[in-house]
């Protein structure tokens, strides 16, 4: 099969043997892969990444960055075929959706960051048979394929626990933010205020959801944020992952604010811990989802009550995932490349 590779810190494009399901495992074709965030910190900062994960005790990380890695974990795909022991009880054919995980004699493995399970840039995976989720007749395999990031909104927005005195805001609007902005609308939580320096984010937040948008360079987003809330009680999502963010938050944040982690900084980062004790601050770092969260942002996709089509700003083959990893790097240039290997 061809597939993008991560080889040597670099994206390349090379032939690989299709991989061969074992037991409860399903070979899949690959019908579209979403470039997230992750892959794109982790082509830059695989070692850290590798070495945070096993001080943190992931069980699902298990990857080499010196081998061939095959990146790629928000994916719609289609069943090829079946290894032994399954159940069968979906036809060759049938599309699907799954949360990126593979369970195999050894354990667990994250699909897409593993060098034995490739993923969604490739066009060929492997797939745990009880994960399978059809994807409901009707629905464009590209929404499909954006389950796994709203999954990720929907489950930090459940972390923060909202209560109707409460109102959002969400410093950054890349694919997380957005997520995030999407889930609260699912919600009915409001209002919502959403900051990003970047015009076309700011765009996108709007057709999400967001009530009240604002550029922090024209004004601080906790002004936005105040003007907006009246006497609701602050839950922030810091959606950006970079360093000095979160102090940033700490510092501006009122008294009992909530802060909702979900940007992925690759770096090593600074705080005040007096700032949090002296305001009683609550900080919670969120991860991944829920298999019960991941079949909602699915159904909430199909039911169209997640506005997804406008995120899908680019299409690219396998051959092309390298150039698009470099077009990311740029925020107002796309929100979601989806690579769309076949």
């Known amino acids: 099969m061809q597939a993008a590779i991560m080889r040597d810190g670099e994206i390349v494009t090379d032939t690989l043997p299709d991989p061969e399901p074992g037991p409860g495992q399903v070979l899949v074709r690959t019908l579209a892969c979403g470039i997230c965030g992750s892959d794109l910190h982790a082509l830059r900062h695989a070692d850290r990444m590798v070495e945070a994960a096993r001080e943190s005790g992931v069980p699902s990380f298990d990857f080499d960055p010196g081998r061939d890695v095959v990146f790629g974990h928000e994916f719609c795909a289609e069943i090829l075929d079946f290894g032994p022991g399954t159940l069968r009880n979906l036809a060759v054919g ?3 959706c799954s949360m990126p995980l593979v369970f195999h004699p050894g354990g667990v493995s994250a699909v897409g960051y593993s060098n034995r399970f490739p993923g969604g840039y490739g066009e060929r995976m492997l797939l745990s048979e ?3 989720l059809p994807v409901p007749d009707g629905l464009d395999a590209e929404l499909a394929a954006l389950t796994e990031p709203m999954a990720v909104g929907i489950h930090a927005v459940a972390r923060a626990r909202m209560q109707r005195s409460d109102a959002a805001l969400v410093l950054g609007c890349g694919p997380v933010g957005l997520a995030v902005i999407a889930a609260l609308g699912l919600e009915e939580r409001g209002p919502v205020v959403a ?3 970047s015009p ?3 765009a996108l937040a709007e057709r999400l959801g ?3 948008v604002v550029d922090p360079a024209e004004e601080p987003a ?5 003007r907006a809330a009246g006497p609701k009680l602050p839950v922030f999502f810091e959606c950006v992952g970079v360093p000095g963010v979160i102090h940033q938050l700490m510092r501006d944040a009122p008294r009992g604010a909530r802060i909702v982690v979900a940007g992925v900084c690759m770096e090593e980062d600074r705080i005040q811990p ?3 004790i002296n305001k009683e ?4 770092f969120v991860l991944g989802y829920t298999p019960e969260e991941f079949a909602g942002a699915l159904r909430a996709i199909a039911e169209g009550r997640i506005p997804v089509a406008d995120l899908v700003t680019g299409r690219v083959g396998i051959g092309g995932v390298a150039g698009a990893f470099e077009e990311l790097a740029n925020p107002d240039a796309h929100a979601k490349i989806l690579v769309r290997p076949e």
Do not use: N
Not at 222 to 226: F, G, H, N
Not at 281 to 284: F, I, T
């Open 210 to 212: 967001a009530d009240v």
């Open 94 to 96: 049938t599309r699907v």
């Open 200 to 202: 076309r984010r700011r």
């Open 274 to 276: 007096m700032l949090g």
């Open 222 to 226: 906790i002004e936005a944020w105040r």
């Open 195 to 197: 900051a990003d320096f």
């Open 130 to 132: 009880p994960l399978l």
């Open 281 to 284: 601050l609550s900080l919670d």
